[in-house]
């Protein structure tokens, strides 16, 4: 099992370059000589379509699409069975992250691993994947096979999600937008028990006219002061 960070910059060393970076696990875990391990990491790095003539560059001097490819290729380097990946298109342009997007699914159907997506966006969910399992309030709440439309979801969250992806339609006055459920929404009304009821905006003092310069501060309820 290897991760797959939302940032890609975040999670690779700065003071080492692409082909030491794509080495460092074979060499933490002692696979294969140091020959060996040089040629495994170039051609993983040809297997992402990253470019020869950078290996030899850090990653600052690399743009956020090349150091997600390197990304994936340590993560891949070990040949896990199971890649989790976390956000791994949403610091990328729309137009990277259909590479991207391209490059994992051609690299699992070849080297056959499983792959756990974490995402917000359904569309990139929906195009890779096999079953698309949501979750509310910490908690599964439903899990459905991926082509299913928002009809068939039973949860209200799960409809609302799957309806809010944007579509194009010739026609908008004949489309009815549907919103999520007050229940479902309304951040005010997780029970004590929920994972996120610590997550509710907090409550601000009210604020006291001030007749000095006209503002207006933090203080009590009984009115101008």
């Known amino acids: ?5 939302q940032s890609p910059r975040g999670s690779l060393n700065p003071g080492r ?8 696990p074979l060499l933490y875990f002692q696979r294969g000589l140091a020959a060996d391990r040089r040629q495994r990491a170039r051609r993983l790095l040809d297997q992402v379509g990253f470019d020869a003539a950078l290996m030899a560059r850090k990653p600052k001097a690399l743009s956020t699409g090349q150091c997600q490819r390197v990304a994936i290729a340590r993560a891949l380097a070990l040949s896990p069975r199971l890649l989790i990946c976390d956000e791994p298109f949403s610091a990328l342009d729309l137009s990277v992250q259909a590479q991207i997007l391209s490059l994992l699914a051609k690299l699992h159907r070849r080297l056959k691993f499983g792959m756990l997506l974490n995402f917000h966006d359904i569309r990139v969910v929906k195009t890779i994947s096999n079953r698309i399992v949501v979750m509310h309030q910490g908690k599964i709440c439903e899990t459905l096979a991926c082509g299913q439309g928002g009809e068939t979801a039973a ?13 194009f339609r010739s026609a908008w006055q004949d489309h009815s937008f549907t919103s999520c459920p007050r229940e479902v929404r ?40």
């Open 1 to 5: 099992m290897q991760p797959v960070f």
């Open 17 to 24: 370059t692409a082909l030491d970076l794509v080495q460092e």
């Open 155 to 167: 949860h209200p969250y799960a409809k609302a999600l799957i309806k809010a992806v944007p579509q």
């Open 186 to 225: 309304d951040v005010h009304q997780h029970p004590a028990e929920s994972p996120i009821r610590d997550r509710r905006p907090k409550r601000h003092p009210a604020l006291v006219r001030l007749p000095s310069h006209g503002g207006s501060c933090p203080g009590t309820d009984e009115g101008d002061g």
